[in-house]
T-cell receptor
Framework: DAGITQSPRHKVTETGTPVTLRCHQTENHRYMYWYRQDPGHGLRLIHYSYGVKDTDKGEVSDGYSVSRSKTEDFLLTLESATSSQTSVYFC????????????FGSGTRLTVV | GQNIDQPTEMTATEGAIVQINCTYQTSGFNGLFWYQQHAGEAPTFLSYNVLDGLEEKGRFSSFLSRSKGYSYLLLKELQMKDSASYLCAVRYNTDKLIFGTGTRLQVFP
């Protein structure tokens, strides 16, 4: 299996607090992505990165920021968590050929109370 | 937008064949993927189509018609462990994947 890990696996936080989720890969892949998955919506792209310090917004980026200071790490920050950000967050990586699509991390279940 | 449509739920019997359809907008199409996702787990890659036709991989096959904006995933000899959600995803122009909402398949004995 591809080396991709997410931390934490579960988190409960209070409304208004900042939260950072971490994605770490050992595959040296250039492309990394953050998705959220909610019932009835499927996987929706939050932010993505094409390389170190090279990031861009996805379709649901409001309230989120990302950073990629090293190839192996892609951080997702909820600047001020809201209940609407309660979700399962998946990180994904893809290799240069693209023919195998993405490899996903195990996910982070975030609950904002 | 780039709507990707697939049925919300399907049911089938163990040993049967089931076909899960996916339709998408064709402009900018650059590849279609199917993923399997068991409850509480991450999606895992099943198949990839970029040219028209059928790709077969064991009990699973995936078909693509680019002109019609249509794909299907065919699961044969269904097993209980095939109960899962099946996600259709399309790559448009860039490396980003756009996902459908998924089809939840329940296999009954």
């Amino acid at each position: 299996d591809a080396g991709i890990t997410q931390s934490p696996r579960h988190k409960v936080t209070e409304t208004g607090t900042p939260v950072t989720l971490r994605c770490h890969q050992t595959e040296n892949h250039r492309y990394m992505y953050w998705y959220r998955q909610d019932p009835g919506h499927g996987l929706r792209l939050i932010h993505y990165s094409y390389g170190v310090k090279d990031t861009d917004k996805g379709e649901v980026s409001d309230g989120y920021s990302v950073s990629r200071s090293k190839t192996e790490d892609f951080l997702l920050t909820l600047e001020s968590a809201t209940s609407s950000q309660t979700s399962v967050y998946f990180c994904a990586i893809s290799g240069p050929t693209g023919g195998k699509g993405y490899t996903f991390g195990s996910g982070t279940r975030l609950t904002v109370v | 937008g780039q709507n990707i449509d697939q049925p919300t739920e399907m049911t089938a019997t163990e040993g049967a064949i089931v076909q899960i359809n996916c339709t998408y907008q064709t402009s900018g199409f650059n590849g279609l993927f199917w993923y399997q996702q068991h409850a509480g787990e991450a999606p895992t890659f099943l198949s990839y189509n970029v040219l028209d036709g059928l790709e077969e991989k064991g009990r699973f096959s995936s078909f693509l018609s680019r002109s019609k904006g249509y794909s299907y995933l065919l699961l044969k000899e269904l097993q209980m462990k095939d109960s899962a959600s099946y996600l259709c995803a399309v790559r448009y122009n860039t490396d980003k994947l756009i996902f459908g909402t998924g089809t939840r398949l329940q296999v009954f004995p």
